[in-house]
């Protein structure tokens, strides 16, 4: 690593926040223009830098997080295909898309001018990285590099918990920005104790859109500086969610054990520290019931967890649990305390519907590797708890191959409260795809109508402009900005 690499990070001032913002701002209407060579340009660099550097950043990485080195060699692979995949997205022309609509004579309705719908990027983004993804959520993670191809500069705000790691790669990204020849506001990152620092940045008056992963208190608090400044700007954020699993009965009687096992692993992937981990799950009462909870208790028993990403984030995984243990409505199925000095054992916990549905408290997610089975009378009953929970980045519905109307009303039920439905599978891979949602309605974000997974990403970026009657030469641009 360079020395800038590796140097000690410094807070930034006041002024280092309002200098990063101003640069932004000048960066703004060059790049927005820019061309797609260019944007594919330095998203490619910066995936080329990453993996010029693969080892001294997972070691650093690894050192801050205790994810493992696997884990964390994975994520960094994600993090260049996401790069090197929106690179591609802007290429193919994903950023200049253009709707041609040619004139249509007579008045209104039938008739109308010729209107050409274009989109014009929103100018510099503040994105604000994730703890639990150091790589694939943070600096140069999605929201960086869907910002960039959509043609908006990038202030991120560092992540305390990988703080070292993110001064690197914001290092790295620097020096391809000007090996690239390009104005050194179309980067650049700030840091800071607290949360002066974060909102400073995003109430700055060049910045023109948030983005945000990470907690419901944290994310509300942003969005409220967003929407109060004196010209309110969109603010994307992911928060909590607790992504139901739904086990219908057929699928208990094919398949309870292995489904039991995998879901285990699910829940205690990433030591429960992924947005999409299980939290409710959603089981009908009887033998068959009772064996998958046995089966599950013992599988998630058996499954070893490493160190959480922080204290503050294993203070509120004990939190959570203590205030699972204290709810007379749970049962426990399996509760091991652990002293702090030690890996969290994973929670087990178990209620009715009724009790659930009740009482809101239950809907809040336990971030870590914790679980609630929620029991149902009748096949019905599944629908009123997902109504409950509200809001889901996924819902997991097993057990749906008949297509009867009791499973139809299941289907429209999920897809109400949630951006991603699953019917195979567990809900912790979450694929980088043209097809990808990840973003439902709240609390799982304050945008259910975007996401920030996968290409349509960049879509968060990119505001509608209809232009009426153009003259020929800005047709000729083909969506491209003056």
């Not at 001032?13 to 061309?35: I, K, L």
């Not at 993670?141 to 914001?170: E, F, I, N, Q, W």
């Not at 909870?293 to 203070?315: F, G, I, K, Y």
Request: glycine share 10%.
């Amino acid at each position: 690593m360079s020395t800038t690499m590796t140097a000690a990070p410094i807070d930034s001032t006041p002024a280092d926040v309002d200098a990063a913002a101003q640069a932004a701002g000048r960066a703004s209407p060059g790049w927005g223009r820019s061309e797609a060579a260019a944007r594919a340009g330095l998203l490619r660099g910066l995936g080329e830098a990453l993996l010029a550097h693969r080892a001294p950043l997972v070691a650093l990485a690894d050192q801050e997080t205790r994810l493992g080195a696997p884990r964390l060699d994975g994520e960094l692979d994600r993090t260049v295909f996401q790069l090197r995949g929106f690179a591609d997205q802007v290429m193919h022309g994903a950023a200049f898309a253009v709707t041609d609509d040619p004139a249509v004579a007579g008045p209104p309705p039938t008739g109308h001018p010729a209107l050409l719908r274009v989109r014009v990027p929103l100018g510099p983004v503040a994105v604000f990285s994730a703890s639990n993804f150091p790589f694939a959520f943070s600096v140069l993670g999605g929201d960086t590099a869907s910002a960039l191809a959509a043609g908006c500069p990038v202030v991120v705000k560092a992540h305390r918990g990988h703080r070292g790691l993110s001064h690197a790669v914001a290092a790295l990204a620097q020096d391809v920005v000007r090996a690239q020849g390009l104005p050194s506001g179309l980067f650049a990152l700030v840091d800071g104790r607290g949360t002066e620092v974060g909102v400073r940045l995003l109430a700055h008056p060049a910045i023109a859109a948030g983005a945000f992963t990470g907690s419901v208190q944290g994310g509300l608090a942003l969005q409220r500086v967003a929407r109060e400044r004196p010209r309110p700007i969109p603010f994307f954020g992911e928060l909590g969610s607790v992504n139901p699993v739904v086990v219908q009965a057929a699928a208990l009687a094919a398949q309870g054990e292995a489904l039991a096992q995998g879901l285990a692993a699910s829940i205690t992937q990433g030591c429960g520290q992924f947005c999409t981990s299980p939290g409710v799950i959603v089981l009908p009462v009887g033998a068959a019931g009772d064996a998958f909870v046995e089966a599950l208790a013992a599988a998630l028993q058996a499954t070893p967890t490493h160190p959480m990403l922080s204290p503050a984030m294993r203070d509120g995984f004990e939190t959570g649990r203590a205030r699972w243990t204290a709810h007379p409505g749970l049962q426990p199925l399996l509760h091991i305390p652990t002293p702090a000095a030690q890996p969290p054992r994973p929670v087990l916990m178990q209620t009715d519907a009724a009790c659930f549905i009740a009482d809101t408290t239950l809907h809040e997610e336990v971030f870590g590797p914790a679980a609630l089975v929620v029991r149902i009378d009748d096949p019905a009953q599944a629908i009123d708890v997902l109504q409950a929970v509200g809001g889901s980045l996924t819902v997991t519905l097993w057990g749906m191959d008949e297509g009867r109307a009791a499973d139809q009303a299941l289907v429209r039920a999920a897809c109400q409260i949630a951006g991603r439905v699953l019917f195979d599978g567990y809900p912790t891979g979450v694929a980088v795809s043209a097809g990808q949602q990840h973003g439902g309605p709240f609390p799982s974000s304050t945008e259910p109508g975007s996401t920030s997974v996968g290409w349509a990403a960049m879509d968060r970026f990119l505001r509608p402009v209809c232009l009426q009657q153009a003259p020929d030469w800005l047709r000729q641009r083909q969506g491209r900005p003056c």
